[in-house]
């Protein structure tokens, strides 16, 4: 899977964040399909270039995430590094765990607290699972 396919499976759960609610459910139906046609052996990273390209917010949040060695958005990021650097960094019982969808992946969500509810996948409306760390 390339990068560009790692971030849009992230980008779904936080396109509510990054675009307005009329383009919001377009947003998302473009960028699941392009999700599944990878998923079936395309490339279709250029297409999902294009599509983050049409908004500056997103293209943003795409090139932050991008620029982390995780592939991390930076919020997500810069709340990990506050962590590590923290003398009393279990404090907040922060801990980082990856979530996907259990029926075929279609989403990767990234959790640092127990106290956030995990969704579910647009899609298939299964509650993410774990799948790291494990
Ligand atoms: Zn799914």
Known sequence: MSDLVDIARMIRL???YLVDEPDLARWD??????????????DVDGRLRAVFARDPEVQAWVADTLSHPDLLPRDIADQLTTRSESPDGDRLGARLQIYTCPVSQCVKWPRLYPSEVVPRCPDHHEVLVEVFPR
């Open 14 to 16: 936080y396109l509510k």
């Open 29 to 42: 139906q473009q960028i699941g399909d392009l999700v599944r046609a990878a998923h079936a052996g395309e």
